[in-house]
């Protein structure tokens, strides 16, 4: 398994700022994500944090708006830029785990972001 | 389209009965279906996979590939089991990523 741990764990923040949230994992992962769960919705991709190169978005989400950095394979932020209260919702940091035989994808605690 | 159902938002039973989570899915190919929960203040935990063909909980899930479904059942509820349900489907060709449906919450009551 993997221990995984965002900070911060919750924000209120004004319209028009930016937030970066931060996600550490106790272990070396290659595959890492981070998602959005808005209030009373299912979990939604944002992207794929490549360790070494761009982030690889999803439909729907730019850089611009969320740009991802990957320093190493231990470490990952995600940046809310020029927040709006649409962005609140909690965010999600997540990896995926390889074992003897099978993958097992783990979760983040969240940051669960408030804009105002 | 790649694509999660679960028809129902809310499932609540008294402790004792039976339970079952629904979860449909859309996929041309073979894919992997999960079964995630979260608990109140906990974070989202893998409950079980297809592929293991496990109980884990008292739980079981059986992929229907005829009815392109996995639903979650447990024969008696326990109240420690009310949570949030999320039904995942990873698309076949090596990990990729998790697609998930809207979740289902369960509230077993005394």
């Known amino acids: 398994s993997a221990v995984i741990s965002q900070k911060p764990s919750r924000d209120i923040c004004q319209r028009g700022t930016s937030l970066t949230i931060q996600c550490q994992v106790d272990?070396?992962?290659?595959?890492m994500f981070w998602y959005r769960q808005q209030p009373g919705q299912s979990l939604t991709l944002i992207a794929t944090a490549n360790q070494g190169s761009e982030a690889t978005y999803e439909s729907g989400f730019v850089i611009d708006k969320f740009p991802i950095s990957r320093p190493n394979l231990t470490f990952s932020t995600l940046t809310v830029s020029n927040m709006s209260p649409e962005d609140s919702s909690i965010y999600l940091c997540s990896v995926v785990i390889s074992g003897r035989s099978q993958e097992t994808q783990y979760f983040g605690p969240g940051t669960r972001l408030l804009v105002l | 389209a790649q694509r999660v159902t679960q028809p129902e938002k809310l499932l609540s039973v008294f402790k004792g009965a039976p339970v079952e989570l629904k979860c449909n899915y859309s996929y041309s190919g073979s894919p992997e279906l999960f079964w995630y929960v979260q608990y109140s203040r906990q974070r989202l935990q893998l409950l079980l996979r297809h592929i293991s063909r496990e109980s884990i909980k008292g739980f079981t899930a059986d992929l229907n590939k005829g009815e392109t479904s996995f639903h979650l059942k447990k024969p008696f509820a326990q109240e420690e089991d009310s949570a949030m349900y999320y039904c995942a489907l990873l698309p076949g060709g090596g990990y990729n990523k998790l697609i998930f449906g809207a979740g289902t919450r369960l509230a077993v009551h005394p």
């Open positions: 272990s070396q992962v290659t595959m």
